[in-house]
């Protein structure tokens, strides 16, 4: 088990919690801020408020994050975050569920110590239990007001309280595949995959879980329909399916040949095997894919200790410097339109005509109450 030292550690053990992934520098004490010690950030956003957030951020002089970015894109922020402001961004990773539980039961014992959290749909339980601060009023950076720099000419939001601000995308065909062992055209559709070939030959992320098992299940039932969805994984648990938590493991296992067919993989971890040529490829069927931020959602955390930092930190993640490179990191699509994602590779870019289902504020929702029914119904007791 991994250790963390100083204080947040010794939190970790008083209230029964898991220590994560990852834990960057101790974090500060865990205590709310003294009333009046941050100044609020002006409701009116101007150059001036801006220039002031800027300043009250480096005064404080830390933000910490919770998430579970990719390492790469962890690095990349702190580092740049340092170097350029001497802002300090300590990390404490881990799975978005982890990172929930963690929260709750800190918040639950009066403890306060994140200012930002990215996730993806688990971060709904914090933002029903009020963890979050609404962000309209708090992008106040004057480049991510310009209309220009967006599709829909405003930063797009995960959820309709807009407590969480997207940053990137991706899309997801849901099949990998060993371009070795699995010929062009062979899986034209998912139902190819309940034939007795490919018996013990499939490795799916787990549905049960967040992440993108539970994307998958969520699109398939939200495209076809109930009657659909439970033939179809009906018979798709009969398939001997291996089940992993671990995405990395998983794209080794398809690249190295060990299994042909990997169900729901990971954008990022996938980008990184094929730029190094490994015989992968995503296999886009006739039942589609989903496009979805995933865990790319930057929140504000209410009675952060670092509460300028925070808005700081969020908002230069919308500028077009830091989201480039948190964009990159994560070999994602960034939301602005003014960066060519030029480290994307082809494979992982939607292809035109394709059957493409948006994850919005009612795929979450769903994904939250009967998707994830559905998910613990045919695939609950596999992962026992």
Not at 238 to 252: C, F, M, P, V, W
Request: charged share 20%; aromatic share 10%; proline share 7%.
């Amino acid at each position: 088990m991994k250790v963390c030292s100083g204080f947040r550690g010794i939190v970790a053990l008083l209230i029964g919690l898991p220590l994560f992934v990852a834990c960057v520098a101790p974090a500060p004490e865990a205590v709310a801020p003294a009333k009046g010690t941050a100044k609020a950030v002006p409701a009116t956003p101007s150059a001036t408020a801006w220039d002031n957030v800027v300043a009250a951020a480096k005064k404080e002089g830390t933000v910490v994050w919770y998430g579970d970015a990719s390492g790469k894109a962890r690095e990349v922020i702190a580092q740049a975050m340092n170097d350029k402001y001497g802002i300090k961004v300590e990390v404490l990773a881990g799975k978005g569920t982890e990172v929930t539980a963690r929260v709750l039961k800190e918040r639950s014992a009066g403890i306060y110590i994140p200012d930002v959290i990215t996730g993806g749909s688990e971060l709904a339980a914090l933002r029903d239990a009020g963890a979050f601060e609404v962000m309209d009023p708090l992008i106040i950076i004057p480049e991510a007001l310009d209309p220009k720099v967006w599709p829909d000419g405003k930063p797009h939001f995960l959820d309709k309280q807009h407590t969480a601000v997207e940053l990137t995308y991706y899309y997801q065909s849901h099949l990998l595949v060993n371009t070795d062992l699995v010929k062009p055209g062979q899986l034209a559709s998912q139902q190819e995959l309940l034939k007795p070939e490919w018996k013990g030959k499939i490795v799916l992320y787990d549905p049960t879980t967040a992440g993108t098992g539970i994307y998958w299940v969520n699109s398939l039932y939200r495209k076809f329909g109930r009657e659909w969805a439970d033939k179809f994984f009906g018979q798709i648990v009969q398939q001997d399916l291996l089940i992993t938590r671990d995405t990395r493991l998983q794209t080794e296992w398809i690249a190295r040949g060990k299994y042909p067919v990997a169900i729901a993989y990971s954008m990022s971890v996938v980008g990184d095997f094929l730029n190094i040529g490994a015989p992968i490829k995503p296999n886009t069927t006739i039942e589609g894919g989903t496009v979805s931020t995933g865990s790319a959602n930057i929140t504000v955390v209410n009675r952060a200790p670092h509460r300028n930092a925070a808005v700081f930190f969020a908002n230069w993640l919308l500028s077009k410097e830091g989201m480039q490179l948190y964009a990159e990191a994560s070999n994602y699509i960034p939301q602005r339109q003014d960066i060519p994602p030029t480290w994307v590779n082809p494979a992982l870019v939607p292809p035109k005509g394709a059957n493409i289902l948006w994850v919005d504020e009612e795929f979450i929702d769903y994904l939250n109450g009967p998707g994830k029914d559905v998910a613990m119904k045919y695939f609950g007791n596999l992962v026992k």
